[in-house]
């Protein structure tokens, strides 16, 4: 039904670094974890940057003289340096601050690695502005977190990084709204997706047998597809489908009526797990059980195709392909599982809109609203944004594989 996961599944392609570039990275992400410490340590860290002009003139003399930008400062007047001082000490650290929010661990290892390559082959002038900016931040020939924040404001200075860029916090600001939210929004699917595994474990006849409208139950005349004989109550427990009044709704949704798909039969859906989980009487004899109702096999059978468009949709959609690649790599989840939990899903959904519709009391309406929220959300996890694509699907898996046999 699906092609292996890793042809489809998005792998890194970053290839490993050489030994010497490695070292020197790994230097680097030191240097900078230094420099956070410090400035989480340090009451005002802004203050190791507060030169006199001489003092940044003199600095650049002696380190970045002849480097890109250098010449610039000597053109600035006291007044000019001091004032682009003052307005360079804050965005520096702005800067600092947002890129540790925003940027991971892999991400400042890659612009390293970038940057050292580019340096190992004599190609410093290649570098960008942000490459420039924290190799002079975490320069190790420098000894202290203070030489090199000062080494970086000199680069600031020079390249007048403040001025080019000083909307840089405002975009900052969104950006990280952004990814706050992100952050929470994916902290909501993997505790979906963990919810969807847990309910996966409990899984048993969702895969062959899935719940109908209880209008199907009083038209089986005239419906090829259908078979109940018992007047909206199951045939094994002869409970009502509907009977709220000796029934909670956690166990009139248990029992909800479902049609088995290799015949047509339809029983309430916990009377026919517990017929699936009942020892075998004469296992090798009859190794396969068969339906509570008539002698059509529904175990050791091939099970009912789902809808092709909902294969398409977990190859296709960005969210379903996230959801499918962590239950695969991260939960140990094979591919055919995750579609018995859609259309597990597929299942509870009709459940619970066709019990609402002959519900009437405001406790019990409630209880199901509550059922239908989850339910929203776990079609959230698969890519589902709405009930148009989810509706049809959800309808074409309903009768899809349906043979009626007398």
Same mark, same amino acid.
């Given at each position: 039904?699906?092609?292996?996961?890793?042809?489809?599944? $998005?792998?890194?392609?970053?290839?490993?670094?050489?030994?010497?570039?490695?070292?020197?990275?790994?230097?680097?992400?030191?240097?900078?974890?230094?420099?956070?410490?410090?400035?989480?340590?340090?009451?005002?860290?802004?203050?190791?940057?507060?030169?006199?002009?001489?003092?940044?003139?003199?600095?650049?003399?002696?380190?970045?003289?002849? %480097?890109?930008? %250098?010449?610039?400062?000597?053109?600035?007047?006291?007044?000019?340096?001091?004032?682009?001082?003052?307005?360079?000490? $804050?965005?520096?650290?702005?800067?600092?601050?947002? =890129?540790?929010?925003?940027?991971?661990?892999?991400?400042?290892?890659? #612009?390293?690695?970038?940057? @050292?390559?580019?340096?190992?082959?004599?190609?410093?002038? =290649?570098?960008?502005?942000?490459?420039?900016?924290?190799?002079?931040?975490?320069?190790?020939?420098?000894?202290?977190?203070?030489?090199?924040?000062?080494?970086?404001f000199l680069v600031v200075l020079q390249l007048n990084l403040s001025g080019q860029l000083q909307d840089v916090s405002k975009l900052a600001t969104v950006r990280t709204d952004r990814i706050q939210r992100a &952050?929470? #929004?994916?902290?909501?699917?993997?505790?979906?997706?963990?919810?969807?595994?847990?309910?996966g474990r409990s899984m048993k006849v969702d895969h062959f047998a899935c719940a109908i409208p209880l209008s199907l139950l009083t038209a089986t005349a005239n419906n090829v597809s259908v078979i109940d004989d018992?007047?909206?109550?199951?045939?094994?427990?002869?409970?009502?489908?509907?009977?709220?009044?000796?029934?909670?709704?956690? *166990?009139?949704?248990?029992?909800?009526?479902?049609?088995?798909?290799?015949?047509? =039969?339809?029983?309430?859906?916990?009377?026919?797990?517990?017929?699936?989980?009942?020892?075998?009487?004469?296992?090798?004899?009859?190794?396969?059980?068969?339906?509570?109702?008539?002698?059509?096999?529904? *175990?050791?059978?091939?099970? $009912?195709? @789902?809808?092709?468009?909902?294969?398409? =949709?977990?190859? %296709?959609?960005?969210?379903?392909?996230?959801?499918?690649?962590?239950?695969?790599?991260?939960?140990?989840?094979?591919?055919?599982?995750?579609?018995?939990?859609? @259309?597990?899903?597929? %299942?509870?959904?009709? &459940?619970?809109?066709?019990?609402?519709?002959?519900?009437?009391?405001?406790? *019990?309406?409630?209880?199901?609203?509550?059922?239908?929220?989850?339910?929203?959300?776990?079609?959230?996890?698969?890519?589902?944004?709405?009930?148009?694509?989810?509706?049809?699907?959800?309808?074409?898996? #309903?009768?899809?594989?349906?043979?009626?046999?007398?």
């Amino acid at each position: 039904m699906f092609d292996e996961p890793d042809n489809w599944i $998005p792998q890194s392609s970053l290839a490993p670094a050489s030994a010497p570039v490695y070292q020197r990275v790994r230097l680097r992400m030191r240097n900078l974890r230094g420099l956070r410490n410090f400035g989480q340590e340090h009451n005002n860290p802004q203050s190791v940057l507060s030169m006199t002009p001489e003092v940044i003139r003199k600095f650049n003399q002696q380190h970045l003289l002849g %480097s890109p930008g %250098s010449s610039r400062i000597t053109t600035l007047t006291d007044d000019e340096l001091e004032q682009e001082a003052s307005q360079a000490r $804050p965005w520096l650290f702005g800067l600092f601050d947002c =890129h540790e929010r925003l940027l991971d661990r892999e991400h400042q290892m890659r #612009m390293f690695r970038l940057a @050292v390559e580019k340096q190992m082959a004599g190609c410093s002038d =290649h570098w960008s502005e942000m490459e420039r900016l924290y190799m002079a931040l975490t320069d190790y020939e420098l000894g202290t977190p203070e030489e090199r924040l000062r080494f970086g404001f000199l680069v600031v200075l020079q390249l007048n990084l403040s001025g080019q860029l000083q909307d840089v916090s405002k975009l900052a600001t969104v950006r990280t709204d952004r990814i706050q939210r992100a &952050a929470t #929004m994916d902290a909501e699917l993997d505790e979906l997706r963990a919810q969807i595994v847990e309910k996966g474990r409990s899984m048993k006849v969702d895969h062959f047998a899935c719940a109908i409208p209880l209008s199907l139950l009083t038209a089986t005349a005239n419906n090829v597809s259908v078979i109940d004989d018992n007047a909206g109550c199951c045939p094994i427990c002869q409970n009502s489908y509907t009977a709220v009044s000796d029934f909670s709704i956690e *166990e009139l949704l248990a029992d909800f009526p479902v049609r088995i798909k290799h015949c047509g =039969h339809v029983v309430g859906k916990a009377c026919l797990e517990q017929w699936m989980a009942t020892p075998k009487i004469e296992a090798a004899k009859y190794p396969h059980r068969t339906c509570p109702l008539c002698r059509i096999k529904i *175990e050791g059978v091939t099970a $009912p195709r @789902v809808p092709d468009q909902l294969s398409q =949709h977990l190859k %296709s959609d960005r969210r379903a392909m996230d959801t499918v690649r962590e239950l695969v790599y991260g939960w140990d989840v094979e591919l055919e599982e995750c579609l018995e939990s859609i @259309v597990t899903c597929m %299942s509870e959904d009709i &459940a619970c809109r066709e019990l609402r519709a002959v519900i009437t009391s405001k406790k *019990e309406g409630k209880v199901l609203d509550g059922r239908i929220a989850e339910l929203r959300k776990e079609k959230w996890a698969w890519g589902f944004r709405g009930d148009g694509v989810w509706g049809r699907l959800r309808d074409e898996w #309903m009768d899809s594989g349906v043979v009626r046999r007398e």
